[in-house]
């Protein structure tokens, strides 16, 4: 079995080198970069990756235009900003049958997340030894693989308010994965088999300053606007814009333990609210433009 790494990219510098290190056990690594005006093409090319360049189309677009591009088994797919763990590298050497850095692998607990909802691939131990350097096999029938995320904020891990394990779906067969056509928080659609989970985590560090974070989010709430208005969602003012973010706070910040993670966590999650309140306020401007006699001509 063969990976390949998919990573897209605009202007990401600062960011790719140590996301391009942490995959150098990977087949090949494909980056799809959208005209970076900075070294970005440079240092992705003298890491060894296959470097492509499109126009951007958008998130989903771009990502799905990235894997048609891999030619591996598998693909792992990656924001510029994100790095694998050594346990998560580790761990898909393990389920892709390379043995290369096993040594330290003693048992698919290092690798899975063992759940009694994983009974497909419970059955199928039964069928195969547990040992470091054997992979794992085809018959647990595993298309997809969940992986933790570790978000880093201002210095800090965020560990609770629901920010931790955050699984996302990132590893998939190449014919079993494709990113949803959303404008924002795109997902992995998975077909032709099962989902499991994996232990260790991709390492998100995508917001060391406080000014990067308002920009993202402030792009990031208009693009989810126009994703609401396009699915034809019709927030309710008051409900949305001043009942849903207060409740959004309260939930994360206290009932998920938010405080905990100090002075950060209060930080991240008030914008986050604000955040809430934003996409929602955004997407009723945006339907009162359409329904206003200028908006319609």
Known sequence: MSLSVVIVTHNEEQNLPLSLASVGFADE???LDSGSTDRTVELARAAGAKVFTEAWKGYAAQKNSAIDKATGDWVLALDADEVVSPGLARAIRRLIGSTAGMENVRSLS?????TFSDRRFLRSLLRQTDTAFQPVDARCGFVAYRIPFKHHFLGHWL???GMYPDRKTRLFRRDSGRFGARAVHESV????????SLTHAILHYGYPTFAGY???MDRYSSLAAQQMVADGRRPIPFLD??????LTFLGRYLFLLGFLDGPAGLTFHFHH???IRAKYAKA??????????????
């Not at 814009?241 to 207060?246: E, F, G, K």
């Open 29 to 31: 690594v494909i980056v």
């Open 110 to 114: 290092e690798t899975m997340l063992l």
């Open 159 to 161: 560990r609770f308010g």
């Open 189 to 196: 659609t998975v077909t032709g088999g099962a989902t499991a």
């Open 214 to 216: 308002l920009a993202a």
């Open 241 to 246: 814009t001043v009942l849903r973010p207060a």
């Open 273 to 275: 609210s604000l955040y």
């Open 284 to 297: 009723i401007a945006l339907i009162r433009q359409n329904q206003s006699p200028q908006g319609t001509q």
